[in-house]
């Protein structure tokens, strides 16, 4: 396989998991990852702050102030 076209058409014979972890491989190469990382699990985080605010409310306010 040398052109863009071949590649496509071999993927796309893959099987869905095949595609999966092709999808990550590529996606670690292009983010300049070396490794692939495993997916952060924020549940473990949960109840670890608590904030005054909807963080979605100060995230739109912060943004009408820098427009």
């Given at each position: 396989?040398?052109?863009?076209?071949?590649?496509?058409?071999?993927?796309d014979a893959l099987p869905?998991?095949?595609?999966?972890?092709?999808?990550?491989?590529?996606?670690?190469?292009?983010?300049?990852?070396?490794?692939?990382?495993?997916?952060?699990?924020?549940?473990?985080?949960?109840?670890?702050?608590?904030?005054?605010?909807?963080?979605?409310v100060w995230q739109r306010?912060?943004r009408r102030e820098w427009?």
């Open positions: 396989m040398s052109t863009l076209t071949e590649i496509e058409a071999a993927a869905l998991e095949q595609k999966q972890k092709l999808l990550q491989f590529l996606a670690a190469r292009v983010n300049g990852e070396l490794r692939n990382k495993v997916p952060t699990d924020f549940a473990q985080f949960a109840g670890t702050i608590r904030l005054r605010e909807d963080p979605l306010r912060a427009a």
